[in-house]
Each structure stands twice: as C-alpha cells, then as structure tokens.
C-alpha cells in the first residue's frame, strides 16, 4: 500500500495540488494553487493540473486523485452544475490520463471531502450512515456507511419546496442574498430535516469554509441526528482525492 498519493482539487477559482502521507493525512510540502483558468474548459483545466503534479514533482508511481465539483460516474461527468458546461459528458479519467502520463482516479469533490473526514477528521471512528454535506457555492454531499462510500450522491440538487436546495441553503446563496445567521439557519432547517427524514442517518458532518463558524449556526438547528463540523476544512478534498486514489475506500 502506497505510503503517499497526490490529490488534486479542481474548484471554481482554483486548481489545488499537495502530496499527501496517508498515514497522518497531512500534506507533504506545500500546496500548489493555480487560479481556474477562464474559460474552464476540459482541456484548459487538465493543461493546468498538469502543470501542478510538475511543479509538486509528482513520481510517476505515486497514486493521484482529481476531484471535479460534479458527480464522476465511470470516469464520465453527466452533469456539471457550477463550472463549464464544456464538461458534461467528457470521460475526465482518459481525459487526465492523456495530459498528465499516467493512471488518475477521478471522483466527486463531497466525496473526496467526505472520505477524508472519516480517515482522518471529525468522523473518524464513526460507525453507521454518515451524511457528510460539504457548503460552498453548491452544496455537494457523501454518504458514507461503515466506511464505505456511496458514490455520487447528489443531496445538493434535492427538490425542496419548488426550489433546487443548494440555490436556497447553500452557502454561497447565504453571502449572495446577504442572509443573516437566523435567516440561513431557517433554510437549513428545512435543509436537513428533509435529509433526515430521508435517511435517517447517524451522523450529519458538515464541511466547507462556513463550518468554521459552525457555532453560529448549528446551535440554531433543531434534528434528531447529531451535527458535528468537519476538522479537515480547506484540506478536505486534497486529502480524501489522495486517500481515495490510493485505498478507494475508507
Ligand atoms: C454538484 C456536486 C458537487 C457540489 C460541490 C454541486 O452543485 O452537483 O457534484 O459536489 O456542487 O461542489
């Protein structure tokens, strides 16, 4: 079993990059950011990943992992919410293979993020049905059952009261319509009660930037199943890419 892996997160606004030890689940030197270019287009993006596992040096027997904010069935993105819409249907996997000379292991960015919080984070130790809903500009999601992942779930684009959730209780809609704490937490509510009464898991983990605030808002949540914040934060996805890349599962 490979002692390091390589993860790589494709964002909106930028293209991260860290070598990773898979035993502590902490990055190895630093981390390479490259801004997203304009257009986000396939090949413009696998150009610049590209450039990351150059500029982090990455050996060609070490295992990468490359997150895409959109779900990754076999290889092939059927659907891209938030980024070009260039992606839909491109098989990313031969896509990196072919720019970046060797086997990449592409996966959605939540369960990238979602692993990485049951290897090393806040729901390490964890038995059960994890929900792991990570808030950004979408609101992507894992499902994660003793340890193994339930690929692709895409709890963010949930139907809830005539509305796509993740344009109602996503963060970035928090920022974008200037809600106050209150206000976001009412959408919340309605957010994961709905969730919940889905599927009734055993754990919510909640990740993305605004969990470092998790005290404004959790306390505001009334549900039956605990909510904790996630602890890897910005390394999340990074972290669970390289992991995912080189266990594929938890
Ligand atoms: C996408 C998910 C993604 C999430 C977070 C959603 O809009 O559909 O696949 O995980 O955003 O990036």
């Not at 990455?58 to 992606?87: C, H, R």
């Not at 959730?165 to 009660?193: F, I, P």
């Not at 605030?213 to 669970?240: D, Q």
Request: with cysteine.
């Amino acid at each position: 079993m490979a002692q390091v892996a390589c993860g790589i997160d494709i964002g909106g606004s930028g293209v991260k990059g860290a070598l990773v030890d898979l035993e502590s689940g902490q990055y190895i030197g630093d981390q390479i950011r490259i801004p997203t270019p304009d257009p986000a287009t396939p090949e413009a993006v696998a150009d610049v990943c590209r450039a990351v596992i150059d500029q982090l040096d990455v050996k060609p027997e070490v295992p990468i992992g490359v997150t895409f904010p959109a779900p990754v069935f076999d290889g092939v993105i059927p659907y891209m919410a938030n980024l070009d819409q260039s992606w839909v249907d491109v098989d990313v996997r031969a896509l990196m293979e072919r720019h970046l000379g060797r086997p990449v292991v592409p996966l959605n960015d939540a369960d990238a993020a979602g692993m990485a919080e049951v290897a090393y984070g806040a729901a390490k130790g964890h038995d059960g049905v994890i929900v792991f809903t990570t808030q950004g500009t979408g609101i992507g999601s894992a499902i994660i059952v003793n340890g193994t992942l339930l690929t692709n779930t895409e709890l963010g684009h949930l139907e809830i009261d005539g509305h796509d959730a993740e344009k109602m209780a996503s963060s970035g809609q928090k920022t974008v319509q200037g809600l106050n704490w209150d206000q976001w937490a009412q959408r919340l509510q309605r957010y994961y009660s709905h969730v919940e009464f889905l599927l009734n898991p055993d754990l919510f983990v909640v990740g993305g930037g605004v969990s470092e605030n998790h005290e404004k808002f959790m306390p505001l949540l009334s549900l039956k199943t605990p909510m904790i914040p996630a602890k890897l934060l910005n390394t999340a996805g990074i972290v669970g890419a390289a992991y995912y890349a080189a266990h594929g599962r938890a």
